[in-house]
């Protein structure tokens, strides 16, 4: 019989399908058809740093009195900041009560900042683990890529601190050396890495001259951002579990990452494209797979193809491609 149990920051799941922060998990109603469906755990809808102070500024903006009374201004950023927090404590208690699968919160940072105590009262929610979803543009040129990096360790630490359930951060691929900050992240506490965040992206319309927002979904391809520091994270840097987000949109896709070393498969854009369903299918194309090749549970291939698993460790560490020609001298790789 297939076993699909797994752990992941030492909760126990039913299978590694973790349907990942977006609007898909931001009611109960949407989580109950989630766990219906087979999701072994889901994240929070994020709680989003940037947005809350930003409704406070807008709010204090249209009214120049607010400006002229400091009072005026920490009141309202105190109550939205409140506000927006009891919302999101409701929906984590709410979402416990609803269903028995692991549920995630999520925290949406830029700052280490003290609003981050807020974290102890999503864990007295009953939040059975924080992920924290942090990605800053490195747009300051007197900034070192270190400094950079600090701000993410500060976040992680200020947050880890407040709390006593399991914190992960979920990053961008964006770093000078990746191994390195997972490494620190390793020694600092984190329980696991979530590779890779989705985040807004600029694009040109040319006909309107303006800024506009690149596609939001992911799409097939961009599995390949995530599977090389998958397979690589999961071996190098062992006690921190690997989570797989970004571009996952089939089983096919799900086994990849398992294969490379993932603990969980974290599922968004392929839930929109093809609805809820489409966790049932890719748990049964998985569950196929396991089948044909003989494998009794996760555990029995997990990482089985990871960087230290190989025979030649250099297919993960190759940056170009080589010239290669057929017997025809047709060349087809540059």
């Not at 949407?30 to 930003?54: D, R």
């Not at 939205?80 to 709410?94: C, E, M, Q």
């Not at 290669?324 to 047709?330: D, I, L, M, R, V």
Request: aromatic residues 8%.
């Amino acid at each position: 019989m297939i076993n699909l149990e797994t752990t992941y920051m030492g909760l126990n799941l039913k299978n590694p399908i973790v349907v990942s922060s977006s609007g898909l998990t931001n009611s109960v109603r949407k989580i109950k058809i989630l766990e219906e469906k087979g999701a072994g755990a889901v994240v929070l809808k994020s709680l989003f740093e940037e947005q809350i102070s930003n409704e406070a500024k807008h709010l204090i903006s249209k009214d120049p009195a607010n400006v002229s009374y400091p009072e005026a201004e920490d009141y309202i950023q105190t109550y939205i900041k409140g506000n927006s927090v009891s919302n999101y404590l409701s929906l984590i208690k709410d979402a416990k009560e609803a269903v028995s699968i692991p549920v995630i919160a999520s925290i949406n940072c830029v700052s280490s900042s003290d609003w981050t105590s807020f974290a102890k009262e999503i864990e007295q929610a009953g939040a059975d683990a924080i992920e924290l979803n942090v990605f800053i543009v490195p747009n300051d040129r007197n900034m070192s890529s270190t400094e950079y990096e600090n701000l993410y360790y500060n976040i992680f630490k200020a947050v880890k601190k407040e709390v006593s359930i399991p914190v992960s951060l979920k990053i961008g691929i964006y770093f000078t050396n990746l191994f390195s900050v997972a490494n620190r992240l390793n020694a600092g506490g984190a329980d696991a890495l979530v590779l890779f965040n989705r985040f807004y992206e600029p694009d040109i319309d040319i006909e309107k001259l303006e800024m506009t927002s690149a596609e939001v979904l992911s799409s097939p391809a961009d599995i390949r951002k995530s599977l090389r520091w998958v397979g690589m994270v999961s071996d190098k840097i062992r006690g921190i579990d690997v989570s797989a987000s970004t571009g996952i949109h089939d089983g096919e896709a799900a086994i990849k990452q398992l294969l490379a070393g993932a603990k969980t498969i974290q599922l968004c854009s392929t839930i929109y494209e093809n609805g809820f369903d489409q966790i049932t299918n890719i748990l049964e194309d998985i569950s196929k797979w396991m089948n044909r090749k003989e494998f009794k549970s996760i555990d029995e291939f997990r990482g089985s193809l990871n960087y230290g698993s190989i025979p030649n460790s250099a297919m993960y560490e190759r940056a170009q491609f080589m010239k290669y020609f057929s017997n025809s001298q047709k060349e087809v790789l540059i």
